[in-house]
């Protein structure tokens, strides 16, 4: 799949197709069914398609101040569009020269001179342009102009609720990893680099693969079990603190898996972490042996988690 720059002109074998357009920050299902819709039309219809995507969000540019809260990165975003089916996600990057494009300005000279769409699909909720003066009827009628069809999805429910990805941060800010997942489709996942660390757990005979969140969604503080994607492809499965760290001064705020039954170096690969279970709250213990007691404990609880 190609990755694609939403300032520069698309390539003339991408051209003429079937644009998804939204954040997909989560990809979670309402964001599939947009995607799926793409993808089924420009199959009926010879085309490629494109998964247009905004980064930053356009939150981030708004309010920067605004605390990490995104589900996906980019790299995350790629592979996911891929795996829909798309033939290449194009990234907006959402800055003051975006942010002041009025609706029919965004129309004209990215969806039409730049990336030459022949269709393009999105959400019902869908808004654009300066002061968000574009909604999916202003982009119905800028397509009937400037010769582009456009689809609207209707929004996808789960037990009687809309889909959204304020429903899945909700989840995963109360420790409820796997009502996210059933919303997303798969386990909400951490990507980053390993860190060397204080090696308390190696200590203790439980070493840590140390990754910070930058900016991700903070989920609740406390412990996890997790499955993992190596950067060699390999998954392997474990038990994760996420939290500050409170036996550890000063607090630093890190994701730490310890793999079962793996042996090597991870230090600087990328791995992918999974959060499939909350276990328990994050607690400071009044000694070292009472902590590795909690963590054999928290590892068979793991497992049993994982096998469920």
């Known amino acids: 799949m190609e990755r694609l720059d939403g300032a520069a002109s698309v390539p003339a074998h991408l051209r003429g197709g079937i644009v998804a357009l939204g954040n997909f920050?989560?990809?979670?299902?309402?964001?599939?069914?947009?995607?799926?819709?793409?993808?089924?039309?420009?199959?009926?219809?010879?085309?490629?398609?494109?998964?247009?995507?905004?980064?930053?969000?356009?939150?981030?540019?708004?309010?920067?101040?605004?605390?990490p809260?995104?589900?996906?990165?980019?790299?995350?975003?790629?592979?996911?569009?891929?795996?829909?089916?798309?033939?290449?996600?194009?990234?907006?990057?959402?800055?003051?020269?975006?942010?002041?494009?009025?609706?029919?300005?965004?129309?004209?000279?990215?969806?039409?001179?730049?990336i030459g769409a022949?269709?393009?699909?999105?959400?019902?909720?869908?808004?654009?342009?300066?002061?968000r003066d574009g909604n999916v009827a202003v982009l119905a009628a800028l397509g009937a102009e400037l010769g582009f069809s456009v689809d609207t999805v209707s929004p996808v429910a789960a037990e009687g609720e809309v889909v959204s990805s304020s429903r899945i941060r909700d989840a995963l800010r109360q420790g409820q990893p796997r009502e996210a997942?059933?919303?997303?489709?798969?386990?909400?996942?951490?990507?980053?680099?390993?860190?060397?660390?204080?090696?308390?757990?190696?200590?203790?005979?439980?070493?840590?693969?140390?990754?910070?969140?930058?900016?991700?969604l903070r989920p609740r503080y406390g412990v996890y079990a997790v499955r993992a994607?190596?950067?060699?492809?390999?998954?392997?499965?474990?038990?994760?603190?996420?939290?500050?760290?409170?036996?550890?001064?000063?607090?630093?705020?890190?994701?730490e898996p310890y793999f079962f039954d793996f042996s090597g170096d991870l230090y600087g690969q990328m791995v992918e972490v999974q959060l499939i279970d909350f276990l328990r709250d994050e607690a400071k213990y009044d000694d070292l042996d009472t902590l590795k007691a909690q963590i054999a404990r928290d590892c068979e609880d793991a497992k049993a988690a994982l096998a469920y």
Do not use: C, W
Request: no cysteine.
């Open 69 to 114: 809260f995104r589900l996906t990165t980019l790299d995350q975003r790629a592979r996911l569009f891929a795996a829909a089916g798309a033939d290449a996600m194009l990234v907006f990057g959402f800055d003051a020269a975006l942010a002041s494009l009025s609706a029919r300005e965004f129309a004209q000279q990215r969806l039409v001179e730049l």
């Open 181 to 216: 997942a059933a919303l997303l489709t798969r386990p909400f996942a951490i990507e980053g680099v390993v860190e060397g660390g204080a090696k308390l757990g190696r200590q203790l005979g439980y070493p840590t693969a140390n990754i910070r969140l930058g900016s991700y």
């Open 118 to 131: 022949g269709g393009v699909v999105t959400g019902a909720d869908f808004t654009f342009g300066k002061g």
């Open 229 to 255: 994607r190596l950067a060699d492809g390999r998954m392997v499965e474990g038990v994760a603190n996420f939290g500050i760290r409170p036996m550890i001064d000063p607090p630093e705020e890190l994701l």
């Open 25 to 67: 920050d989560g990809f979670h299902r309402g964001h599939q069914a947009v995607v799926g819709r793409a993808v089924a039309r420009a199959r009926d219809e010879g085309r490629p398609v494109i998964v247009a995507t905004f980064d930053p969000h356009p939150v981030r540019h708004f309010r920067p101040d605004t605390p």
